[in-house]
Nanobody, 121 residues
Framework: QVQLVESGGGLVQPGGSLRLSCAVS????????VAWYRQAPGKQRELVAV???????NYKDSVKGRFTMSRDNAKNTVFLQMNSLRPEDTAVYYC???????????????WGQGTQVTVSS
């Protein structure tokens, strides 16, 4: 089975930093695009950032300049560096990774279980 494990969440004060990681494991050919989503209590899940297979990134406007995605393709791992955190960043953060099992396979996706990020003084 292809699995995804997230880590790095926690409690941080406003202005602080956290780094989330998203590791994909299983018998796969490679991980393609990976996205971070977040969902705050009472709100819909929203897309935060995306990184393509080649490393290009896109971010939600409210996190631009504060969040940075990167990836280690050899380890099938993606990171989300979060700086200058604000209380409104508080949410459960979910990783969604697209992947293929073989070079000619269709692209599939898998969700992580989520990691809690709490920004509070």
């Amino acid at each position: 089975q292809v699995q995804l494990v997230e880590s790095g969440g926690g409690l941080v004060q406003p202005g602080g930093s956290l780094r989330l990681s998203c590791a994909v494991s299983g018998r796969i050919f490679r991980v393609d695009a990976v996205a971070w989503y977040r969902q705050a209590p009472g709100k819909q899940r929203e897309l935060v950032a995306v990184i393509a297979s080649g490393g290009s990134t896109n971010y939600k406007d409210s996190v631009k300049g504060r969040f940075t995605m990167s990836r280690d393709n050899a380890k099938n791992t993606v990171f989300l560096q979060m700086n200058s955190l604000r209380p409104e960043d508080t949410a459960v953060y979910y990783c969604n990774a697209t992947f293929r099992r073989l070079p000619i396979s269709i692209v599939e996706y898998v969700w992580g279980q989520g990691t809690q990020v709490t920004v509070s003084s």
